[in-house]
């Protein structure tokens, strides 16, 4: 009788176990994920592996940054599972058996030293996108004046990318150009352009929102001052265009379209083929895309739409 009651608890517990529903905490995964690429992802990253790790211990990550150029080279040549690319994927490499999946949204902003000569000018005039492209791609803006309509005298020093990176990329999007295009002091990565300005009363350059703004304190980084873009092109920042004051609310002028796409875009994580076989990997992707999507406003970034989140989500099945 003791025997019958045993298995009849054990039966019990098998069938608990089978019908009950599964959470991304109840199936334990092992193994290691590698993932380099863009620097515009990376702290984003970072926080997803810090909370997958809290429910799945066993789970590995390499993680490192090196711009959207090298993600997806070594994503293709198999030197990493996972590419963080910060750009449109390019037909060519879709070809190469690029395997995109969209994991969140940022954006690009112009940025300049907060001790800029100018400054009262710079954020109450806004730049205008006609002057941004006389600025990185015409170069028939070289002067302070030129630009923002301010007392003559003082160049501008520009700066740029020297790595293969979709904020570089993007920026020169929003011009109708490609990264090459871009003039000005190449620099790499997106801490070093950010140092670079910091270190140059005179420069302008650009950066991904992760790097121009504080994730804890959601303020604008000190030494940088995010410069606003005249939209309506009538000479001023109004109102409705002064949403850079702090990370919150530039993440909600994006999330709502009122910055522009470009240089506003969507982060991709990026394999080579389709993952589906790989379930340390698809598992995590999914989660990202469901739980992990509840950090990236804290962390900086926006969250994806929910059809958007359904298609990506399908691309794994």
């Known amino acids: ?53 809290k429910i799945n211990p066993d789970v590995r990550f390499d993680i490192s940054a090196g711009g959207a150029g090298k993600g997806i080279s070594d994503a293709l040549n198999g030197m990493v599972e996972i590419g963080m690319v910060s750009r449109e ?31 009262n000018e710079i954020l ?11 600025i990185w791609i015409t170069g028939r803006y070289t002067t302070w004046a030129q630009a923002f309509g301010a007392k003559p005298g003082s160049p501008i020093h520009i700066y740029t990318r020297s790595d293969a990176c979709g904020a570089a990329e993007m920026w020169a999007k929003f011009f109708g150009k490609k990264q090459e295009d871009l003039l000005g002091v190449g620099v790499f990565g997106d801490p070093g352009l950010a140092q670079a300005v910091k270190k140059d009363p ?78 340390v990997l698809t598992e995590f992707i999914r989660w990202v895309l469901s739980d992990g999507q509840k950090f990236v406003n ?4 926006i969250a994806l739409p929910g059809e958007r989140i359904n298609t990506e989500q399908k691309k794994l099945e």
Request: aromatic share 12%.
């Open 202 to 279: 005179l420069g302008i350059g650009f950066n991904n929102i992760g790097y121009a703004y504080d994730a804890a304190t959601r303020k604008q980084i000190k030494g940088l001052k995010v410069v606003p873009i005249d939209l309506n092109n009538n000479g001023k920042i109004d109102s409705d265009e002064d949403f850079y004051g702090s990370m919150n609310d530039l993440i909600s002028a994006i999330a709502s379209g009122k910055y522009p796409s470009p240089p506003s875009r969507e982060l991709y994580f990026v394999m080579k083929g389709n993952p589906k076989n790989n379930k």
């Open 1 to 53: 009788m003791k025997k019958l009651y045993i298995s009849f608890l054990l039966f019990t517990v098998i069938i608990f176990s089978l019908s009950a529903p599964k959470t991304y905490g109840q199936d334990k995964r092992s193994g290691q994920i590698s993932i380099s690429g863009a620097f515009a992802l990376y702290p984003m990253v970072i926080r997803w592996a810090d909370e997958y790790r």
């Open 298 to 301: 804290d962390a900086g970034y």
């Open 89 to 119: 994927i390019y037909p060519e490499e879709l070809k190469k058996g690029a395997f995109p999946v969209a994991v969140t949204k940022d954006a690009v902003v112009a940025v300049v030293n907060e001790s800029n000569p100018y400054l």
């Open 124 to 134: 109450t005039k806004g730049l205008k996108k006609d002057a941004a492209n006389n």
